[in-house]
């Protein structure tokens, strides 16, 4: 069955630095979608990715999709602490509906 | 308020009980999802319905049993779990072509 893998599992940054995760499929995607889950919290909706090396920003935020559509990529510019939470990728395979494939999410704590 | 409901938000039971979760949305949407999330695996999905049909059914065992009555509501029905089954109970729900809409989520601990 299809695989969505992400890395890193964990990111300790400082406030201030940049932060990347990145989302492997293990087969090719109609679209990609990001998704934070604050601690405590439940999971929300960032964006969706549908064409080949789509990039799209929210302020800070950096959204890539690959020339493949096997891969992706969340930046986050000058991090700071409101930005700590879960970050989930979750890929939508051809032919599979409405049915979302989750990574196993990045977790990212910012020291103040 | 996410647009999705779910109750109750902390669950405790016993081994022999029997319990259900609840889920609502009024979003229109046409899908909606059971995840289980643990430590162990992050967001696990275990049941899909689209418009009130169940199409999938991730190898879940017999111990839970989904219901949905309509387009808007969910059940998610539990018996004689087991303490491994302890774990955030998220139910979604989406539209065509957009991002799915989690509930706040159930935390269930069986003892």
């Known amino acids: 069955g299809q695989q969505v893998m992400q890395i890193p599992q964990y990111q300790h940054v400082q406030e201030g630095e940049d932060f990347t995760t990145y989302c492997n499929s293990s087969t090719t995607l109609s679209n990609i979608q990001w998704y934070k889950q604050r601690p405590g919290g439940h999971p929300v909706f960032l964006i969706q990715l549908v064409k080949s090396g789509e990039v799209k920003k929210q302020k800070r935020l950096t959204f890539q999709f690959g020339e493949a559509k096997k891969n992706s990529s969340l930046h986050i510019t000058a991090t700071q602490t409101t930005d700590v939470g879960t970050y989930f990728c979750?890929?939508?395979?051809?032919?599979?509906?409405?049915?979302?494939?989750f990574g196993g999410g990045t977790r990212l704590m910012v020291k103040p | 308020e996410t647009g999705v409901t779910q109750t109750p938000r902390h669950l405790v039971m016993g081994m022999t009980n029997k319990k259900s979760l609840k889920c609502e949305q009024h979003l229109g949407h046409n899908a909606m999802y059971w995840y289980k999330q643990s430590a162990k695996k992050p967001l696990e999905l275990m049941f899909v319905?689209?418009?009130?049909?169940?199409?999938e059914n991730n190898s879940v065992p017999s111990r839970f049993s989904p219901e949905c009555p309509n387009s808007s509501h969910l059940f998610l029905h539990l018996h004689t779990l087991q303490p491994e089954d302890s774990a955030l109970y998220l139910c979604?729900?989406?539209?065509?072509?957009?991002?799915?809409?989690f509930g706040s989520g159930t935390r269930l601990t069986v003892v």
């Open positions: 979750a890929g939508q395979p051809n032919n599979a509906g409405n049915m979302l494939t």
């Open positions: 319905y689209n418009f009130k049909e169940q199409t």
């Open positions: 979604a729900s989406s539209g065509q072509w957009r991002g799915y809409t």
